[in-house]
């Protein structure tokens, strides 16, 4: 953003913002639909999980922003970034913990997944995410599909994490 002064009325000066143009041309729009995504597949992950966080099993349906949508395997493993498997519903307190305890965290994990879908998992994140365009909304689609049928699910009465 580009701030520049300007004279106004009567000779004051007026602060006036443009935005620069980008040179990667459509990087903002990437960057967008990247959040967009990013933020269905966290809402598929806490609906799934009946808005309750997986370790301390409190529920935050009525505090939604107190329930973050946590990575086992870190984004930066961009691979699995998406994977449902590498999802689980936290709550902040907990999710902080497990974050400064990595070793309690994989026994954790472990435990939830079981040891053959954690080995699984790991073998997943191995190599690098790329999508094309057509990729992104394909999974866009399944994704908004998914947390369709989840809240459906719901309000036939199901409680509980979802299996999906």
Known sequence: MVRTLRAGPGGDLLRE????????GNVAKKRLKAAYLANLVSQVVRERDDWTCQKCHRSFRHDPGALDASHH???????????????????????????T???????????????DEYEALKAR????????????????????????????RRADGQLGRLDI
Do not use: F
Request: hydrophobic letters at 40%; charged letters at 25%; aromatic letters at 6%.
């Open 101 to 115: 305890h990595p070793l309690h965290h994989i026994d954790w994990i472990k435990g939830l997944l079981g040891e």
């Open 125 to 152: 994140s191995v190599g690098l995410l790329k999508m094309t365009a057509q990729d992104t909304r394909d999974l866009a689609e399944y994704m908004r599909d998914t947390l369709r049928i989840l809240k459906a």
């Open 17 to 24: 913002d443009r935005s620069r143009p980008t040179t990667g």
């Open 73 to 99: 395997i870190p984004r930066t493993k961009g691979i699995v970034k998406y994977d449902l498997a590498n999802l689980v519903a936290l709550c902040r307190a907990c999710h902080g913990w497990l974050d």
